[in-house]
C-alpha cells in the first residue's frame, strides 16, 4: 500500500461518526435545569411522567402524554427543547412513531411523492 495515510484518516473518520449523534446533549452540568423543572415543564405539557432520568447527556423522559399515549422524550437539559420524542402504541394504526421536535413537529404520517407521480402510500 503506497499511501497509508490517507486510508487510515478515511477509517478512523469513518469510526468516530457514529459518537458525533446529533441527539446527544452537550450543556455543561452548571447549567442543567433542576429535574423539579422537568417535573414542571412535562406538567405543564400535560405528560403525566412515570420516569426521568439522564441519558446522552440529556434528560430523558417516559410516561403519557395528555392523549394518554406512552411516550419517552430527550430533553436538551439547558433549554428543556424536547430534542427526540417516541410515542408508543395507542396511535390509529397501533404502530410507534417516531416524532422529532424542532421549529415545528413532523407529521405523523407523510405522502410518498415522486415528482411527476401520484402518492403511492404512507411513510412509517
Known sequence: ??????????CLALGAAPALADDDCDAPAQNWQSRDAVLRHATAQGWQVQRIKIDDGCYEVRGRDAQGRSFKAKLDPQ???V???KLRGG????????RYRGAAPA???SPVLTPG???R???E
Open 117 to 119: 407521480t401520484t402518492p
Open 107 to 109: 407529521p405523523a404520517h
Open 121 to 123: 402510500g404512507q411513510i
Open 1 to 10: 500500500m503506497k499511501h497509508p495515510a490517507p486510508m487510515l484518516a478515511l
Open 83 to 85: 430534542l427526540k420524542m
Open 91 to 98: 396511535d390509529d394504526d397501533g404502530h410507534d412513531r417516531d
Open 79 to 81: 433549554t428543556l427543547r
